[in-house]
């Protein structure tokens, strides 16, 4: 009998875990932008601590994130905050500081009382993974982001660039003098940037200088945060400029950053897959995947949109599906062919023609 009623007990456990979990729309988000090339190389840009900072980064926030504010995540019973940063700042020279600052300011008016997660994109990504690693050795500093780590449960990373860019170090090359006697990576980086000078030097290319790759590890991989981070990566081609990084970026990506970041990876290894048993069209196969994570990195969604697609809400010309489950993600199984011939698949189910932002509003929980 109390054998009975401990497996009772457990049942309705689980039953009310999984009628009180939460999701997006009942839970505050903090959204993290990535940056934009095109307006980093202007020296009227304002850094953190000029007095057009807030109402100059504060429009672009408004834009960047027009998607998610206006098609999915409104009705959101929670607030949804964007937080903006200067793209002129280095990571550890205000970037971070002032992301910090904002979200304290906006926990003061009781933003993440009930805990909050946290989306990024791109360059977000990197910013939110070095602000909540730095909680960890918060006690002592002299600014303690503790706070903020205990209120994120999740980050849900797009397209992110914890692990840093090869784009982006081509560009800091062109910037430092080095690819000057380079005409055609001048021109590429020309053509991508819109701005970037040959010789310019490293203050004129702010965060761009963290994104290089050893940079980028050098400042998470020792200390990566323990906040669970959902990541989404991308495998589409930019109509524009795709087709040229995708020369440049080693192994599979989604035009900006390569799946060795975007997949949570803890080496810069050209990878082609966030999994190993699986193409990231979910295609059930061998194929070259991290062979490390970052700590609390979990690889979830593939998807074949490119890099500024997950945040503009354009359907992925590929379905998407999910390598590790975070939530309530019904999987679906199937296959083309016969015989030999056969090729079988893993997706998310109903996810055809959905963008990966319908996907997580849809399925995801915690």
């Known amino acids: 009998m109390k054998r009975i009623l401990s497996l009772l007990g457990l049942l309705l456990a689980l039953i009310s875990g999984q009628i009180h979990a939460r999701t997006l729309n009942d839970v505050d988000v903090i959204l993290i932008r990535g940056y934009t090339p095109v307006v980093l190389f202007d020296a009227s840009m304002p850094k953190y601590g000029d007095s057009a900072f807030s109402s100059f980064w504060e429009k672009q926030d408004e834009s960047y994130w027009n998607y998610y504010k206006n098609t999915l995540l409104p009705g959101n019973k929670g607030r949804v905050v964007s937080i903006p940063w200067s793209s002129k700042d280095r990571l550890n020279k205000g970037i971070v500081r002032s992301v910090a600052e904002r979200i304290?300011?906006?926990m003061a008016k009781g933003l993440c009382a009930n805990k909050c997660v946290m989306i990024t994109h791109s360059t977000g990504g990197l910013v939110a993974d070095h602000l909540l690693s730095s909680?960890?050795?918060?006690?002592?500093?002299s600014y303690d982001y503790s706070e903020i780590a205990s209120k994120v449960v999740v980050v849900i990373d797009l397209a992110s660039a914890a692990g840093g860019s090869e784009v982006g170090a081509l560009a800091r090359d062109v910037a430092y003098?080095?690819?000057c006697s380079n005409i055609i990576t001048q021109k590429i980086m020309g053509f991508i940037f819109k701005g970037v000078n040959c010789g310019a030097g490293e203050d004129s290319i702010g965060v761009t200088n963290d994104l290089v790759p050893t940079r980028a590890r050098q400042l998470n991989g020792s200390q990566s945060t323990y906040t669970p981070t959902l990541m989404v990566a991308g495998e589409g081609t930019a109509a524009w400029f795709g087709p040229i990084t995708h020369l440049i970026l080693p192994g599979n990506d989604d035009s900006v950053v390569a799946m060795h970041s975007t997949c949570g990876s803890n080496s810069p290894?050209?990878?082609d897959s966030c999994s190993a048993t699986m193409k990231p069209n979910g295609e059930l196969a061998k194929v070259s995947a991290p062979k490390g994570l970052y700590a609390a990195h979990y690889p979830w969604i593939m998807t074949g949109e490119e890099h500024n697609d997950m945040v503009k809400g354009k359907a992925s010309p590929r379905e998407t599906l999910v390598t590790r489950t975070y939530g309530n993600f019904a999987?679906?199984?199937?296959?083309?062919?016969?015989?030999?011939?056969?090729?079988?698949?893993?997706?998310?189910?109903?996810?055809?023609?959905?963008?990966?932002?319908?996907?997580?509003?849809q399925y995801f929980s915690f």
């Open 104 to 106: 304290k300011a906006e």
């Open 135 to 141: 909680a960890l050795d918060s006690r002592g500093s």
């Open 177 to 179: 003098g080095v690819g």
């Open 269 to 271: 290894a050209a990878v």
């Open 331 to 361: 999987e679906v199984n199937s296959s083309t062919g016969f015989w030999i011939f056969k090729t079988n698949y893993r997706r998310i189910d109903g996810d055809e023609g959905k963008t990966s932002g319908q996907i997580i509003k």
